[in-house]
């Protein structure tokens, strides 16, 4: 799983339709949930999804065996450190710790730079090479998936080999999978806007920006701290030194606390709630088959794979 660094105009997507914490399934949301509500499938929280994409790596790294090639897993993050950083960070002791991840992305861009199944595949000659990409996505025989997306245009997926195999023995249906996972996921697009405009929302980011302002960080929303420690602005020293790491900390921390005070996480989670279930008419089923498959991978996964510690 990718670590997400969301901006404003995406907000908290990942937190309904997906990767929430366990903690956030608490309710919060200011208006009433519908009825049929509690029989839909959970979304699967960051640690579960996770959990299945190290299946899917080590599901494909046998496979590949059995075809007569090698292949690595990357494993190189803890648990911990994998935490994606969304919109609304409010974990105080991971930001006092890890700040917005700078120094995680950067570790985990050196390792894919170094990554040894790119550079074992270049070893091969060019007719192990094409057996190895036939055996790991189906090579120039891969079938093609299509999705199309809620806001319009498509998605495609070239699909095959011990890849198809993994998410077959994962989800089911791969083309099943593809076509909810990008309807779910990118639902963002037909409410975004009016979530940005949502006076809930609004009055919580100001709430927030007003703890921010007390604690010597004027920033006014979250997106807006953390680009401003991304981008350098105003931290002291070069870029990764220890000056600026702990600059990007203190902001970190500040942020989460002010979103706790503020209750940001809560009210973006119900408000975002509130928007999506607006669209259950015409994408309820895609919703509920994307969390139904993904709990059932994450339910084969938990045979394959430990969680990472």
């Not at 960070?89 to 990554?115: H, K, P």
């Not at 302002?213 to 680009?227: H, K």
């Not at 940001?264 to 975002?272: F, S």
Request: charged fraction near 30%; include cysteine.
């Amino acid at each position: 799983m990718r670590r997400v660094l969301l901006t404003v105009g995406a907000l908290v997507a990942v937190l309904v339709t997906g990767c929430a914490d366990r903690a956030d399934r608490a309710d919060h949301r200011a208006d009433p949930a519908p009825r049929d509500a509690a029989a839909r499938p959970e979304a699967l929280t960051w640690q579960q999804e996770l959990r299945v994409a190290d299946a899917q790596q080590r599901l494909t790294r046998q496979c590949m065996r059995r075809h007569g090639f090698t292949y690595w897993e990357d494993l190189g993050l803890t648990l911990r450190e994998s935490r994606p950083v969304r919109y609304v960070q409010d974990d105080v002791a991971w930001a006092r710790t890890y700040g917005y991840g700078s120094r995680i992305e950067a570790e985990s861009a050196r390792v894919r730079e170094r990554n040894p199944n790119g550079t074992y595949r270049q070893g091969l000659s060019p007719a192990r090479r094409a057996a190895f990409d036939a055996a790991l996505d189906g090579g120039d025989s891969a079938r093609l998936l299509t999705a199309a997306l809620p806001g319009g245009g498509t998605m495609r997926k070239r699909i095959g080999g011990c890849s198809e195999e993994a998410e077959r023995t994962l989800y089911g249906d791969p083309a099943a999978w593809f076509r909810a996972s990008k309807t779910a996921t990118n639902l963002t697009s037909l409410y975004g806007e009016r979530l940005m405009k949502d006076p809930r929302l609004k009055a919580a980011i100001r709430a927030w920006a007003r703890c921010m302002r007390a604690a010597q960080q004027p920033y006014a929303d979250p997106a807006a701290a953390r680009d401003a420690v991304r981008t350098g602005t105003g931290l002291p020293g070069g870029a990764g030194s220890d000056e600026a790491f702990a600059a990007e900390r203190e902001t970190a921390v500040a942020d989460a606390v002010c979103a706790r005070r503020s209750s940001l996480r809560a009210v973006a989670t119900a408000r975002e709630t509130y928007y999506q279930d607006r669209l259950r008419d015409r994408f309820g089923e895609d919703l509920d088959t994307y969390r139904r498959l993904g709990q059932r991978a994450y339910d084969r996964a938990v045979h394959i794979v430990p969680e990472r510690s």
